[in-house]
């Protein structure tokens, strides 16, 4: 979807609900990464609004690459955690399984929604098209975001300091 802040509401909600196994600020970044092509499309480039970054090829490409970003930068990332309070474990299994968990939930939302995608390309179509409606998708993200900051406070008053 080109409104790429609600992915971050399924991000948050997976990141919270899964806080102790997948890396948050990787499944949130997983779960936008992959809109640069959309993006690109729509403000330079003329071409396929959902195309190759929303195939499940191109998006394992796109979790690699945030898989690399992440482990670069996870000593910078730990001390921002620790701003926010939600220090965790940034081992490489919790950023790997982050980084496919928001990409992958990004390309199914997506492909709800989206017929010019074909998520499992090389096999052309998209046979996800339709089975939920664009609104109950977009109150999905919604949804996702509040309960991920309702979590989010729960953690907080949790483990207050």
């Known amino acids: 979807m080109p409104l790429t802040p609600f992915h971050i509401g399924i991000g948050l909600a997976l990141g919270m609900l899964l806080f102790r196994y997948i890396n948050l600020p ?29 195939t499940f090829i191109g998006g394992t490409l796109f979790a690699i690459a945030v898989i690399i970003i992440i482990v670069a930068l996870r000593t910078h990332l730990s001390k921002i955690s620790k701003i926010f309070r939600v220090e965790q474990d940034y081992s490489l299994k919790s950023i790997v399984l982050a980084s496919f968990v928001g990409v992958y939930a990004h390309l199914v939302l997506d492909s709800f ?25 977009l109150d999905l993200c919604i949804a996702g975001f509040f309960a991920g900051i309702a979590i989010y406070i729960f953690h907080l008053l949790k483990n207050k300091k």
């Open 26 to 54: 990787a499944v949130l970044l997983a779960g936008v990464i992959v809109d640069i092509e959309p993006i690109y499309c729509m403000f330079i480039g003329n071409c396929q609004l959902h195309g190759f970054s929303h």
């Open 113 to 137: 929604m989206h017929g010019d995608m074909n998520p499992f390309w090389p096999i052309e179509g998209n046979p996800l098209l339709g089975m939920i409606s664009n609104s109950l998708c």
